[in-house]
């Protein structure tokens, strides 16, 4: 049975940074594309960042390039989501996911990806 779960969520003030942990279990991590994905109050869900297991290249969302990072330690059975220069429009909650589908990797699209964890939420505020 495969498993995600996300951790690393809190309160931050703009500008500041935080580092997202999502553990898998039943399932290698590096057999799949990764994602984060963030969905604020009254919005759908958006894609943050995705690595791909076929070409290990790392796909951002325009918002966050050069400000969060997405890398995986394989010996943990664990990716990161690192965020740095924070702001409250970051505000949300924040899964990660996985599957196989390239296009929704590299598109950051939420439909493609098949497993779920149940997210962990990112306040950035004053």
């Known amino acids: 049975q495969v498993q995600l779960v996300e951790s690393g969520g809190g309160l931050v003030q703009p500008g500041g940074s935080l580092r997202l942990s999502c553990v898998a279990s039943?399932?290698?991590?590096?057999?799949?594309?990764i994602a984060w994905f963030r969905q604020a109050p009254g919005k759908e869900r958006e894609g943050v960042a995705c690595?791909?297991?076929?070409?290990?290249?790392?796909y951002y969302a325009a918002s966050v390039k050069g400000r969060f990072a997405l890398f995986r330690d394989n010996a943990k059975n664990t990716v990161y989501l690192q965020m740095n220069s924070l702001k409250p429009e970051d505000t949300a909650v924040y899964y990660c996911?996985?599957?196989?589908?390239?296009?929704?990797?590299?598109?950051?699209?939420?439909?493609?990806?098949?497993?779920w964890g149940k997210g962990t939420p990112v306040t950035v505020s004053s």
């Open positions: 996911a996985t599957g196989f589908d390239g296009s929704s990797c590299i598109f950051l699209r939420p439909d493609g990806m098949r497993h």
């Open positions: 039943g399932f290698t991590l590096d057999y799949g594309n």
């Open positions: 690595v791909s297991n076929r070409d290990g290249n790392g």
